[in-house]
Nanobody, 127 residues
Framework: QLRLVESGGGVVQPGGSLRLSCVAS????????LAWFRQAPGEEREGVSC????????DFVDSVKGRFTISRDNARNTLYLQMDNLNPEDTALYYC????????????????????WGQGTQVIVSS
């Protein structure tokens, strides 16, 4: 059974950076497309970014394009989200999610498409 554990959240000033990690255990991530979601208080969960099984396809929500980078290290069974130039609107609980999928290039940011979720890591951007 796949288990996902996020880390790397914290409090950062506007303009700062954080790197989130999501470590998987139980199953090799090679079979999974992966994604990061976030949810701010009172808001719906938002698909921030996704990455295909082979890492060749990525997608980002418009608000983070040019600031966030998603990557994966299948050898380490780990997903990353590098977040630069953070602003207060990025404050949220960030989740990683996974879906076992056949197509190598599959990458979507809809929460309904994912079957496995971590517990989340909190990101607060504040001066």
């Amino acid at each position: 059974q796949l288990r996902l554990v996020e880390s790397g959240g914290g409090v950062v000033q506007p303009g700062g950076s954080l790197r989130l990690s999501c470590v998987a255990s139980g199953v090799a991530l090679d079979y999974y497309a992966l994604a990061w979601f976030r949810q701010a208080p009172g808001e719906e969960r938002e698909g921030v970014s996704c990455i295909s099984k082979n890492g060749g396809t990525t997608d980002f929500v418009d608000s983070v394009k040019g600031r966030f980078t998603i990557s994966r290290d299948n050898a380490r069974n780990t997903l990353y989200l590098q977040m630069d130039n953070l602003n207060p609107e990025d404050t949220a609980l960030y989740y990683c999610a996974a879906r076992a999928i056949f197509p190598q290039a599959w990458c979507r940011r809809s929460s309904d498409d994912y079957t496995d979720w971590g517990q989340g890591t909190q990101v607060i951007v504040s001066s």
